[in-house]
């Protein structure tokens, strides 16, 4: 389909030069999840791929905490391929409604493709990816790995959570952990017990390491 190959084009140059934990093999593999999720689920596969491709391209956390650079970039987009206002306010909707945001945010949109993408972005935080990610991230911003006397900070507003830089592995505890159950779709739950055990199995070797007892 024309549309999604230029959707792919279109974000692989925009996201030529973003931090590791966000570029086009971010979007890749939230694509990927996305149409293995959808296999079960009655949905728009356009709008579904469409979401996936576009839910990341201008994260706010890289353009100053701006949100409304995102829904921007992926209708001015979207409108040069003359694709129908309906689809576009779909994904829009996708895109302002996707992320995490400290686990108090209110979803003013609900859909089964939300959902789905929802579910495939969240797939990709947790995990081995998920670790190698968060790390990643953590080096970017030159956090602490850990730090015992810091504790984690639990149900932290929008801005707090935006604005934190406490060690990163209180991260796993904010927010990695809590993912498995907010999970929508029977598949993503599927997938996310199985990446959750993952990480715990990690969280037990990290400390057993940071003590000195294995």
């Given at each position: 389909?024309r549309?999604?190959?230029?959707a792919?084009?279109?974000?692989?140059?925009?996201?030529?030069?973003a931090?590791?934990?966000h570029?086009?093999f971010h979007?890749?593999?939230?694509?990927?999840?996305?149409?293995?999720?959808?296999?079960?689920?009655?949905?728009?596969?356009?709008?579904?791929?469409?979401?996936?491709?576009?839910?990341?391209?201008?994260?706010?956390?890289?353009?100053?905490?701006?949100?409304?650079?995102?829904?921007?970039?992926?209708?001015?987009?979207?409108e040069?391929?003359?694709?129908?206002?309906?689809t576009i306010?779909?994904?829009?909707?996708?895109?302002?409604?996707?992320?995490?945001?400290?686990?108090?945010?209110?979803?003013?949109?609900?859909?089964?493709?939300?959902?789905?993408?929802?579910d495939?972005?969240?797939?990709?935080?947790i995990?081995?990816?998920g670790?190698?990610?968060?790390?990643?991230?953590?080096?970017?911003?030159?956090?602490?790995?850990?730090?015992?006397?810091?504790t984690?900070k639990?149900?932290?507003?929008?801005?707090e959570y935006k604005?934190?830089?406490s060690?990163?592995?209180?991260?796993?505890?904010?927010?990695?952990?809590?993912?498995?159950d907010?999970m929508?779709?029977?598949?993503?739950?599927k997938?996310?017990?199985a990446r959750h055990?993952?990480m715990?199995?990690?969280l037990?070797?990290?400390y057993?390491?940071?003590?000195?007892?294995?």
């Open positions: 389909m549309l999604i190959d230029n792919i084009t279109f974000v692989k140059e925009k996201l030529e030069n931090e590791g934990g570029d086009w979007i890749e593999r939230v694509y990927k999840n996305s149409l293995l999720i959808a296999k079960d689920e009655d949905c728009d596969i356009t709008v579904v791929k469409l979401g996936a491709l576009l839910h990341d391209i201008a994260d706010s956390k890289f353009h100053d905490g701006d949100e409304t650079v995102g829904p921007r970039t992926a209708r001015a987009f979207l040069n391929e003359n694709v129908s206002e309906e306010a779909h994904v829009i909707n996708i895109i302002e409604n996707i992320s995490f945001k400290g686990g108090n945010f209110e979803k003013k949109f609900n859909s089964k493709e939300l959902e789905i993408v929802q495939a972005d969240r797939l990709d935080a995990g081995a990816i670790i190698a990610r968060c790390f990643n991230y953590g080096g970017f911003k030159n956090r602490a790995l850990y730090n015992p006397e810091i984690p639990f149900n932290m507003s929008k801005e604005t934190s830089e060690p990163t592995l209180n991260h796993f505890y904010e927010k990695l952990l809590l993912l498995k907010k929508n779709t029977s598949t993503g739950k997938i996310a017990e055990q993952y715990e199995n990690f037990s070797q990290f057993a390491e940071w003590e000195g007892k294995k």
